[in-house]
């Protein structure tokens, strides 16, 4: 048996069934959130194609680097970061505004949004200053110092994001820092300060560095939440139709395309009540959920859970502390994502701009999170092999 088939069999093979169900699940969602459309729009109606293109090159992408040493990217890490930095400087510069946000940077006819490249990169960044900088001096055994390295790291392309604005996407970088820095061998007396830092720091940044429309989103999320009016032919036409489409489901759901309802019927998405630009990506979950309920919604957060729980299980055998870290940061990134995506659908959070991985549509999003899950197969499939251990830390910097 050659090395290359024995790590082939070493894959996780439950982890690869399982985003293959994510996937092909996302893929007939889509597929339904637009088929009614197949005559007025039928470019729109044919995203469902392009989406299983891209799984299907991001399963390639994801296979091959499952089957190459992660510890390649301790190399890359670096220029990774700097190359997308120079993509949100770029786009800054010359990318054209969709929707009031610059976003989107088109090369070559190719569209792709920088910023889900710059936290792909950024998870190795971090990873590498938290797993391997303490091998190299002694200086990086001072948490202090490795935390403001990391702040700084996360920090500038964080807020090259903001300035698009894309708040939702500005946030995942919180939560990537928490999550790192919290398995990084940071002492909690640190993480404290942290977190105390930014609740202080919380009503400076909604009074001063929200833009109106983004307070009228906050605002009415907490009004609805508390009962109150609001502008149902404005900023809360799309919560309020959200709910109604979840809610009038009930258990069992619509079926597809109504299959459950009387006759003659339309489900809420039909009626054009969920806009059909934004049921394949940012509110997938609401299609999910009027189709096939409350046992479907329930079903598919079970699914994702149980995705979670096996990366964290990965993380838990990595050989190192940088395989460890990149696999916790991917981790951060997926929950973050489905607890904005599904939260902002039922009333949870306010509306942010963040698609569900592996389910929502979205070619570039899809192959960054095949890649990062193939990274975190590659941590499995090379959990055995020896490697050098890093120097202890001395205990008066710990605690």
């Given at each position: 048996?050659?090395?290359?088939?024995?790590?082939?069999?070493?894959?996780?093979?439950?982890?690869?069934?399982?985003?293959?169900?994510?996937?092909?699940?996302?893929?007939?969602?889509?597929?339904?959130?637009?088929?009614?459309?197949?005559?007025?729009?039928?470019?729109?109606?044919?995203?469902?194609?392009?989406?299983?293109?891209?799984?299907?090159?991001?399963?390639?992408?994801?296979?091959?680097?499952?089957?190459?040493?992660?510890?390649?990217?301790?190399?890359?890490?670096?220029?990774?970061?700097?190359?997308?930095?120079?993509?949100?400087?770029?786009?800054?510069?010359?990318?054209?505004?969709?929707?009031?946000?610059?976003?989107?940077?088109?090369?070559?006819?190719?569209?792709?949004?920088?910023?889900?490249?710059?936290?792909?990169?950024?998870?190795?960044?971090?990873?590498?200053?938290?797993?391997?900088?303490?091998?190299?001096?002694?200086?990086?055994?001072?948490?202090?110092?490795?935390?403001?390295?990391?702040?700084?790291?996360?920090?500038?392309?964080?807020?090259?994001?903001?300035?698009?604005?894309?708040?939702?996407?500005?946030?995942?970088?919180?939560?990537?820092?928490?999550?790192?820095?919290?398995?990084?061998?940071?002492?909690?007396?640190?993480?404290?300060?942290?977190?105390?830092?930014?609740?202080?720091?919380?009503?400076?940044?909604?009074?001063?560095?929200?833009?109106?429309?983004?307070?009228?989103?906050?605002?009415?999320?907490?009004?609805?939440?508390?009962?109150?009016?609001?502008?149902?032919?404005?900023?809360?036409?799309?919560?309020?139709?959200?709910?109604?489409?979840?809610?009038?489901?009930?258990?069992?759901?619509?079926?597809?395309?109504?299959?459950?309802?009387?006759?003659?019927?339309?489900?809420?998405?039909?009626?054009?009540?969920?806009?059909?630009?934004?049921?394949?990506?940012?509110?997938?979950?609401?299609?999910?959920?009027?189709?096939?309920?409350?046992?479907?919604?329930?079903?598919?957060?079970?699914?994702?859970?149980?995705?979670?729980?096996?990366?964290?299980?990965?993380?838990?055998?990595?050989?190192?502390?940088?395989?460890?870290?990149?696999?916790?940061?991917?981790?951060?990134?997926?929950?973050?994502h489905c607890f904005m995506n599904i939260g902002m659908c039922i009333l949870l959070v306010p509306i942010t701009g963040l698609p569900l991985p592996l389910v929502s549509y979205g070619g570039t999003f899809i192959i960054i999170i095949l890649f990062m899950i193939g990274i975190s197969q590659s941590v499995w499939v090379h959990r055995h092999a020896v490697v050098e251990e890093a120097p202890k830390q001395k205990?008066?910097?710990?605690?």
């Open positions: 048996m050659t090395p290359l088939f024995r790590k082939f069999l070493g894959i996780n093979w439950l982890l690869v069934l399982t985003v293959t169900g994510l996937v092909i699940f996302g893929i007939f969602s889509i597929q339904s959130a637009t088929s009614f459309r197949i005559e007025s729009e039928p470019e729109l109606a044919t995203r469902w194609n392009r989406q299983m293109i891209m799984a299907l090159v991001g399963g390639l992408i994801l296979f091959i680097v499952a089957l190459v040493d992660y510890r390649w990217l301790k190399w890359a890490a670096v220029p990774m970061y700097l190359g997308s930095i120079v993509l949100l400087l770029y786009l800054k510069a010359t990318g054209r505004e969709i929707s009031g946000a610059k976003s989107w940077l088109e090369i070559g006819g190719f569209s792709f949004q920088p910023s889900q490249i710059a936290i792909m990169s950024g998870i190795v960044m971090i990873a590498l200053i938290l797993g391997e900088l303490r091998k190299l001096h002694k200086i990086f055994e001072f948490p202090p110092v490795l935390i403001l390295l990391v702040c700084i790291v996360t920090a500038i392309p964080a807020y090259l994001v903001l300035q698009e604005p894309d708040i939702g996407s500005t946030a995942v970088w919180g939560a990537v820092l928490g999550a790192t820095l919290l398995v990084g061998a940071i002492p909690f007396r640190y993480l404290i300060v942290g977190v105390l830092a930014i609740l202080m720091f919380l009503p400076i940044a909604y009074f001063f560095g929200l833009k109106d429309y983004q307070k009228k989103r906050v605002e009415t999320y907490l009004n609805m939440l508390m009962g109150k009016k609001v502008d149902e032919q404005g900023a809360g036409w799309v919560p309020k139709h959200n709910m109604i489409a979840i809610g009038s489901a009930g258990w069992y759901g619509k079926g597809y395309k109504g299959s459950r309802m009387g006759e003659g019927e339309s489900t809420i998405k039909e009626m054009g009540f969920v806009p059909a630009n934004v049921a394949i990506n940012d509110f997938i979950f609401v299609v999910i959920a009027e189709e096939h309920g409350f046992q479907g919604g329930i079903v598919l957060i079970g699914v994702i859970v149980f995705f979670l729980l096996q990366l964290l299980f990965i993380a838990f055998h990595s050989r190192d502390q940088f395989g460890r870290l990149i696999v916790i940061g991917l981790t951060a990134l997926i929950f973050f205990t008066e910097f710990r605690g």
